[in-house]
């Protein structure tokens, strides 16, 4: 299909909201990827990357300043579609530049023209992106297939392209512009960073090892910033797992860098820090010490870093995400010292049953160690960058606690009229109250939000329009990884990536967790270091 849109002309915003909602509602991936293909063949090239960063729920400008309360009274919808989806773009840019005195007011106005000139549909849809709430299952990896179809090429090339360059949005464009032809100039290159392989989960070591059904390696699983390092001759750069170059921020990893043998060459590893007796510093600090741009020596004198590798992409300037994992590893040995490589067992039988043993204790060391747990890593398998590949399996033990639902947050988007982000606290320590240890929404599915918003509204006793507070009876499992420290709750602490397993109805109120127990018990705390909230 040829573009149908005017030369130079953007396509409507009513399109892609019509196409966000049908792509939401279908349930055949088939489906989704031929409703994206016919959007990309009927739009021009040069609007491709705008419009599959907006079905994908991703602003060019990040995060504009735009919360619910900016979005909840919108005014009355404009009768027709008019707006296009470069008229979005361009107010959306105009808000994200808005700062200092008077911004709240001036943004609240621009996003009242925006509102205002977009139909009922384009609302919703304006509404969902803004707060980060356009979710369509798997929609990168179904617009990369809608992409190859859209410009008849092999999914499988244009994955590895995307692989490669990191963007799928500039590899579309490539594409539709020119064709399949324009996917051979995706590649590994020193200096342009790649997205970096992910894993999926294992419950044990064992299961690991007799899911990939190989021999296999066993790693630590080091609680740092993820990184990608890049050097050629002199030049060091160093990027985030999202892309973000951090180079100017880590000065002790770039010359640690320096110090290896080869000049050209891609790492991928952690950057951790350790503390007087060797063991890992809470990832917050870490998190914070990176996040730092002012006074970098400072940080770094206060928390210095040390990067820890587990893979290599290229040496000497030659690819080797295509070699076997064992293979890189020998490539990796040769460029990396001992010290600055992951720790690591092998597995070479998995019907070896003394050779598992040692793997289990390998990953009980582990988190002897105060890291976080192990990869799984089949040596047999290359490196499949941007893709949560099945030959990397992540164990880590699950922590759970029974905390009590003390208030709820009505939800918006997909999720309003429904009582959503649940204020969590445990039983204090004198059986007088509860102590609130943080908030999640994350875990919930529709079901349990239906029958938690029946419930809750039952045990109401507050409701300002957005968080309802309620009678501490709801008990509910909850999961997360540790603790960290933080000044805004009562005890000093919040849970660390909580989400919820299953509500607890049989469970009364007064058998919940106590915060004396959790202190007691709960991984990662670590009192003399409080990091600041993230």
């Excluded at 196409?19 to 739009?43: G, I, M, Y």
């Excluded at 977009?118 to 299952?137: C, K, P, W, Y």
């Excluded at 590994?188 to 059904?213: C, I, K, Q, S, W």
Aim: proline content about 7%; hydrophobic content about 45%; overall charge neutral.
């Amino acid at each position: 299909m040829a573009p149908d849109d005017p030369p130079g002309q953007s396509p409507p915003l009513a399109r892609l909201a019509d196409v966000s909602r049908d792509v939401a509602a279908a349930s055949a991936r088939s489906r989704k990827t031929a409703l994206l293909a016919d959007l990309f063949a009927a739009t021009r090239p040069e609007h491709v990357a705008l419009v599959i960063a907006y079905l994908s729920g991703r602003l060019p400008q990040g995060r504009p300043g735009i919360g619910w309360s900016l979005l909840q009274d919108p005014p009355p919808p404009a009768p027709a579609a008019t707006l296009t989806v470069a008229d979005a773009d361009a107010a959306i840019t105009r808000i994200a530049r808005l700062g200092g005195p008077g911004s709240r007011t001036a943004r609240r106005q621009l996003l009242h023209t925006l509102m205002a000139a977009a139909t009922a549909e384009e609302q919703r849809f304006l509404t969902r992106l803004l707060l980060g709430e356009v979710r369509q299952g798997a929609l990168d990896a179904i617009a990369l297939e809608a992409a190859a179809r859209a410009a008849d090429a092999p999914a499988d090339a244009v994955r590895r392209a995307v692989m490669l360059d990191g963007s799928l949005p500039r590899v579309a464009t490539a594409l539709l512009a020119e064709g399949p032809a324009a996917l051979d100039r995706f590649r590994l290159t020193v200096g342009t960073p790649v997205l970096p392989m992910l894993a999926h989960t294992a419950r044990t070591v064992t299961d690991a090892v007799h899911a990939l059904g190989a021999p296999c390696a066993v790693e630590e699983k080091l609680d740092g910033i993820r990184v990608q390092v890049h050097r050629d001759g002199d030049r060091i750069r160093i990027w985030t797992r999202s892309l973000d170059d951090i180079t100017d921020r880590l000065p002790d990893v770039a010359e640690a860098v320096q110090r290896l043998t080869g000049d050209r060459f891609i790492l991928d590893g952690e950057v951790i820090a350790l503390d007087r007796d060797g063991r890992p510093v809470p990832f917050q600090e870490i998190a914070s010490r990176v996040g730092s741009r002012t006074d970098v020596a400072a940080a770094r004198a206060a928390l210095p870093l040390s990067p820890v590798f587990f893979d290599v992409l290229a040496a000497d300037g030659t690819e080797t995400l295509d070699l076997p994992a064992a293979d890189r590893h020998t490539v990796l040995a040769r460029l990396v010292p001992e010290p600055l490589r992951v720790r690591r067992t092998v597995v070479a039988d998995p019907a070896d049953l003394p050779a598992l043993a040692a793997a289990e204790e390998f990953m009980a060391a582990t988190l002897r160690r105060g890291h976080e747990g192990v990869l799984v890593k089949a040596l047999d398998a290359p490196y499949a960058a941007g893709r949560r590949g099945r030959s990397w399996l992540k164990v880590k033990p699950v922590h759970t606690l029974d905390l009590v639902v003390l208030a709820a947050e009505w939800g918006h988007g997909r999720r309003t009229g429904l009582l959503s982000n649940l204020h969590l606290g445990a039983r204090s320590d004198d059986g007088e109250g509860f102590v609130m240890l943080g908030k999640t929404f994350k875990g919930l599915t529709d079901e349990m939000l239906r029958a938690q918003t029946e419930r809750l509204r039952a045990l109401a006793v507050d409701d300002d329009g957005r968080t309802v507070r309620v009678r501490p009876e709801l008990v509910v499992e909850i999961a997360y990884d540790g603790l960290q420290r933080s000044t805004r709750y009562p005890a000093g602490i919040t849970l660390r990536f909580a989400r919820v397993l299953r509500h607890r109805p049989d469970k009364p109120a007064h058998e919940a967790d106590t915060i004396g127990h959790i202190l007691h018990t709960a991984p990662a705390t670590n009192p003399d270091r409080p990091a600041p909230d993230r």
